[in-house]
């Protein structure tokens, strides 16, 4: 785990892509293609999991791959997508988690 010095908020994520996106990589993919990389993205992460916690086996090619990588990539899409799509994720995921409370209170003790 990191520090607190080191910790970033969820809007804080979101405008830090925003900056870079914005003014080191020259502006937004197109929401369609950020979703593509979303999906090549998450596949990454499932290439890592099935190889570091599942039964395969690395490939020379993916010992490069770290997970926290490819997880920081995902978050980094996911914040470039509600960035373009006016969502704010803070919101958005304390509504779910809400959600989530008030729908499996008891779901899970049985």
């Given at each position: 785990m990191t520090d607190e010095k080191n910790s970033i908020s969820i809007a804080g994520l979101q405008a830090t892509v925003d900056?870079?996106?914005?003014g080191v990589g020259g502006g937004?993919?197109?929401?369609?293609?950020?979703m593509a990389v979303?999906?090549?993205e998450v596949g990454e992460v499932a290439r890592q999991m099935s190889r570091t916690y599942?039964?395969?086996?690395?490939?020379?090619?993916?010992?490069?791959?770290?997970?926290?990588?490819?997880?920081?990539?995902?978050l980094w899409v996911v914040a470039a997508i509600a960035n373009q799509t006016g969502v704010d994720l803070t919101s958005a995921l304390m509504n779910n988690i809400e959600k989530k409370n008030l729908r499996d209170k008891e779901r899970f003790k049985k």
């Open positions: 900056n870079w996106i914005r937004y993919f197109s929401p369609l293609t950020n979303l999906t090549e599942g039964d395969q086996t690395f490939k020379p090619s993916d010992r490069s791959h770290f997970l926290a990588d490819e997880l920081a990539d995902v």
